[in-house]
């Protein structure tokens, strides 16, 4: 089974809608993050947790909010979706002590029409 | 001016050879310095990891790091055609957040 899984896979919106992207992990890591990637941009960090009573907005939180359920989940939610919110979304763990290495999920594919 | 600036090609060299890519990043902070790949509608996956300046060799895979120039490499050698991915460098300032380049598209034709 997979280290870091995503829900769902891809998904299809209209724009003002409720969107929940969820992650899951068995790494046992604390460290969580939120990216997106759009083409020429590379990878872009939204969100991310240490803890789980500790939530830190990235470089492009606007529109985007996220919840920190347990050790294992964490939630990205766009609250009312845009266009310009069309991309793919991933995932990241990290854990080790004295190391900054990441551990991504396989993605979402978001399309906001 | 991006903090991590990598060409994004995109790259296309025949099985056997060398490919080199690179980095160049404006932080002096950064300390840890990572090569991703990934594939199409893949997520990243983790390939090399270094720790401040020098090489480090896994496999047909070289990583290369020289902070006085903020410079990094990957080699490949003996490419195969299984190779064919974009190649993300990202790096860090020991702050638990990494910043990443846009990536280089690399295509090994068989």
């Known amino acids: 089974d997979a280290d870091v899984t995503q829900t769902p896979r891809n998904r299809i919106t209209k724009t003002g809608k409720r969107i929940m992207l969820e992650c899951s992990q068995t790494?046992?890591?604390?460290?969580m993050y939120w990216y997106r990637q759009d083409p020429g941009l590379g990878l872009r960090l939204i969100y991310y947790s240490f803890d789980v009573k500790d939530i830190n907005k990235g470089e492009i939180s606007d529109g985007y909010s996220v919840s920190r359920q347990a050790q294992a989940k964490f939630s990205l939610s766009l609250e009312s979706a845009i266009p310009n919110q069309t991309a793919l979304y991933f995932c990241a763990t990290g854990g080790q002590v004295g190391a900054d290495t990441q551990y991504f999920g396989p993605g979402t594919r978001l399309t906001v029409l | 001016q991006k903090e991590v600036e990598q060409d994004p090609g995109p790259l296309s060299v025949p099985e056997g050879a060398i490919v080199s890519l690179n980095c160049t990043y404006s932080n002096s902070a950064f300390q840890y310095f990572m090569w991703y790949r990934q594939y199409s509608r893949k997520g990243p996956e983790l390939l090399m990891y270094?720790?401040?300046?020098g090489n480090k060799e896994d496999g047909s895979f070289t990583a290369q790091v020289d902070k006085s120039s903020k410079y990094i490499s990957l080699f490949i050698r003996d490419s195969q055609p299984s190779d064919s991915a974009t190649y993300l460098c990202a790096m860090s300032a020991n702050d638990y957040k990494l910043s990443f380049g846009a990536g280089t598209t690399v295509t090994v034709r068989a």
């Open positions: 270094t720790y401040s300046s």
């Open positions: 790494k046992g890591h604390d460290r």
